[in-house]
């Protein structure tokens, strides 16, 4: 199959490794990645902050750009969720019809990783080998707004070596949420805080999640803490393998 990829901003300014964990991924299970260099961020930012007018134009280049595609992964609840629910409804609000229609199309064609492998691809077991003791944080945008469920879950327990462990009030919000942890940024460090001694607890050496956004938040407070506990996408997690 011929997947594109979405890589997303976090990914591609700050986190390439999740990135570059899903194509080794993909292109391990038999597939062929492509990278469509006219992508740019697709607007969730300047919608979820209000700004609907300046998404248009991001909208606009996102749908010229991957339209072409029969299928388009990205490594983010978040950003799958932008395209998903927020495209079409910019383009309509606009009076653009042809272009809604066309948003419409491709975020149909669009999957979260997870949704990816064991909805479109139907495989649970991706081959992986991770020794470690890992804790999933279900992000908001993949579990609300995706509706992704346990598919990362039945994922992570087909790893070899890996030891799962229940994240207690997994599906608590851990603070991030892009703006919000910039305008309430003492709300935000006391969600995150409650998302910490819960990782802590489950005495996991990592924490994964599907979005590089959130594990970012929850990272930085882990390191500041010196808790030994990193952070990991799960697309890297999946991508590993005895000889990596």
């Known amino acids: 199959m011929r997947i594109a990829l979405f890589v997303t901003c976090l990914a591609d300014t700050m986190f390439p490794e999740a990135a570059k964990a899903t194509v080794r991924l993909l292109e391990r299970l038999g597939h062929e990645v492509v990278f ?16 609907l007018d300046e998404a248009l134009p991001l909208v606009r280049r996102h749908v010229r750009t991957f339209d072409p595609y029969d299928v388009v992964v990205a490594p983010s609840g978040s950003c799958v969720g932008s395209v998903r629910h927020q495209h079409t409804m910019v383009a309509r609000r606009a009076g653009d019809e042809r272009l809604a229609s066309q948003a419409e199309a491709v975020s149909a064609r669009t999957y979260e990783l997870s949704e990816l492998l064991t909805d479109v691809l139907g495989i649970e077991d991706v081959g992986a080998y991770y020794p470690h003791r890992v804790t999933y944080h279900p992000t908001c945008h993949s579990l609300r707004m995706l509706r992704v469920g346990d598919r ?41 805080a409650d998302k910490m001694r819960h990782v802590l607890a489950t005495g996991a050496d990592v924490c994964t999640a599907g979005d590089v956004s959130c594990l970012m938040h929850i990272g930085g407070g882990l390191s500041r803490l010196r808790a030994g506990v990193s952070t990991v996408h799960l697309a890297e997690i999946l991508a590993s393998t005895e000889a990596s």
């Open 152 to 192: 990362p879950l039945r994922l992570l327990r087909r790893v070899r070596g890996l030891t799962l462990v229940e994240l207690p009030a997994a599906e608590q919000c851990c603070g991030f949420g892009g703006t919000f942890a910039v305008k309430n940024a003492d709300t935000s460090t006391a969600m995150m």
């Open 36 to 51: 469509p260099e006219g992508q740019t961020c697709c607007g969730q930012m300047h919608v979820n902050t209000g700004y």
